[in-house]
């Protein structure tokens, strides 16, 4: 046998081998040991926690959103409980195999086949994957006993207590309110969310979104023991009770409302309506036809056909606010806005007289024009012109305007409201186009038309025609600026924010956008040119106001709206000489504003003086509460311009 000096020596190569292996060895031992000891010493405490918390269930108890409420009180949006069937994608089995199982076991129970139930949850996940999946609202308690007594035959099955908005009047006001829907994965990303959670409810649109902040309760908390399979066993750890949402109140009154929106939907075609404080810009009715029923984005699932009955332009698309968005010529409501222009230009006064010859012509090689039915008026001054509505004097007045080689008639139009944003609380609102010679000129040089600004452009705006977009809301501010002397209102829905105990936490009072000077004369000459319009013989609305009770003041518009048939339009100022409110009113393809408009802001005006014929013969022609006002000068004069 060999001898230690007489073994052989391990070659190197292997030695270095033993020695890295062994070095690994070490270094592996050494990451185990300390991640134990990290483990168990240094978070032990912290896994200690997660494992009681796998003991700990926490139930969020969803808070009621607040009441929308009318100026008197009267609730028009509330909220009423409901048992809803949910899913929790969350905690569903991950087999696939199993959860079809549990679908199948689920249908039976609920009558819906596993693979609508897979179909919703696929629908309802499509934006939020973990969102709370709505299977069936309205449940019975039999179906909550049995899920609860079987609880691990159907894991992320439950069934929660929720909130669901109920609108006692319908579909009053519906473009006002808006809808409420889960929130969005884009909006959670959003600072005005922060702290919500997919399967909170939050304002899309409306009033619902402007004030959603005010609306939007805090949920409260329920923390339960349970098993290892998830049932509780009973013990509830801790309780945080949730907390409604304010109630809001509107500057709505639900009286005018319901008038309003009656008389607009009584017609087969399209129309809108504003009533509104001249003074302080708050909303006492805004409506829109078609409209829709709210109540639909109650449900879990829309469906298609009911999403295009309310988008689409087809079915008339209920879910425009033409009120706020619609895009249209006034006709000659506009001339009171001209005759401002005018006045305050110095191209006018209220005792310039223009001859009405029947017949205009802007100028050499131009068709001439006329007023509607061919009438002449002759000799005119500013309040006569209104009585009668005579568009060749206006057509004098436009071309006036033009030969000042200034911007007044766009200024003082843009500076009353026309083509521009009003800011009212409610989203969406649209700004309309007021022409201007700058913006014609650039669509010449881009090619998008074939003539420059001419004398004629200034013409057609002098009595609303022409290129001229704007909407009722507009057309409501620029008269209040006109009927207050000079302050063009912020129009609001809101006015008052209420905690649960209705007590007022806030007020919704905007200043107005901006004060004009217009000189007191001219604000005179104007109302009572306008008031003979609706309350003397030959006024172009004489026929529908000339036996109101209420004195005021009132301008019809029929405006060509091709290749639609005429809109018919009517602003009224009410009582006069000192208006408290003003009504806009249109109709699509509604003819004469006498006709279809006029009608709907008198259906409007009674709602808000409660006037009734026979209490008004009782009175003396007589409204209590309104004073010894006096109608203005009266005044004779041919049958006027229907227009």
Known sequence: MFSERERPRMPAQFALRVAILSGLALVMFSIIFFRLWYLQV????????????????????????????????????????????????????????????????????????????????????????????????????????????????????????????????????????????????????????????????????????????????????????????????????????????????????????????????????????????????????????????????????????????IFSDEAGSPYTNRATQGLYPTGSTFKPITAVAALESGVLTPTTTIVDTGSFTAGPGAEPQHNAGGGAYGALQLPQALQVSSDVWFYNVGAMLFNTGTDAQQKWASELGIGRSTGIDIPGEGAGLLPTPEWRDQ?????????????????????????????????????????????????????????????????????????????????????????LAAQSPGGTSYPVFGDFPIPMAGKTGTAERYPHADQSWYVALAPYPNPQIVVAATIEQGGFGVEAAAPVTKQILEAYFKVHKQEAKAAGGKVPKQGSIQAGPAASGAAGNPY
């Open 443 to 531: 669509l010449y040089k881009e090619g998008e038309t074939d003539r420059l600004w001419s004398v004629g452009d200034n013409v057609n705006l002098a009595v609303g025609q022409g290129d001229l977009q704007t909407n009722p809301l507009q057309m409501a501010v620029a008269y209040a600026a006109i009927a207050n002397g000079g302050d063009v209102v912020r129009p609001h829905v809101g006015m008052e924010v209420e905690d649960t105990s209705g007590r007022a936490v806030q007020e919704i009072d905007p200043a107005p956008q901006r004060h004009l000077d217009i000189a007191p004369q001219y604000r005179a000459a104007i109302l009572e040119g306008i008031h």
């Open 42 to 309: 240094l978070s032990g405490d912290r896994y200690m926690k997660a494992a009681e918390n796998n003991q700990v269930r926490e139930i969020t108890v969803r808070a009621p959103r607040g009441e929308i409420l009318d100026r008197n009180g009267h609730t028009l949006v509330a909220n009423r409980a409901a048992l809803a069937l949910q899913l929790q994608p969350t905690e569903l089995p991950r087999s696939h195999h199993k959860r079809q199982q549990e679908f199948a076991r689920l249908g039976q129970v609920i009558g819906m086949p596993p693979d609508q139930i897979q179909r919703q949850l696929r629908e309802q996940t499509k934006e939020l994957p973990a969102n709370p999946v709505t299977l069936k609202r309205d449940v019975d308690y039999s179906l909550v006993y049995y899920l609860r007594e079987n609880q691990a035959q159907y894991p992320g099955v439950s069934v929660q207590h929720v909130y669901v908005r109920s609108y006692p009047n319908g579909s009053l006001a519906a473009q006002i309110f808006g809808y409420v829907r889960e929130v969005t994965e884009e909006q959670l990303k959003e600072a005005r969310y922060q702290g919500l959670v997919p399967g909170d409810q939050v304002g899309q649109s409306g009033v619902e979104n402007t004030y959603d902040n005010v609306l939007r309760g805090i949920h409260g908390m329920t923390r339960v023991q349970v098993d290892a399979q998830g049932r509780p066993t009973g013990g509830v750890l801790s309780r945080s009770q949730p907390r409604a949402g304010d109630n809001l109140l509107l500057t709505i009154d639900r009286r005018v409302q319901a008038a309003g929106e009656a008389a607009i939907n009584s017609f087969s075609t399209p129309g809108a309506f504003v009533a509104m404080d001249v003074h302080t810009g708050e909303v006492l009715g805004l409506g829109s036809s078609p409209t829709f029923d709210p109540s639909v984005f109650t449900k879990p699932v829309i469906p298609q056909s009911t999403v295009d009955q």
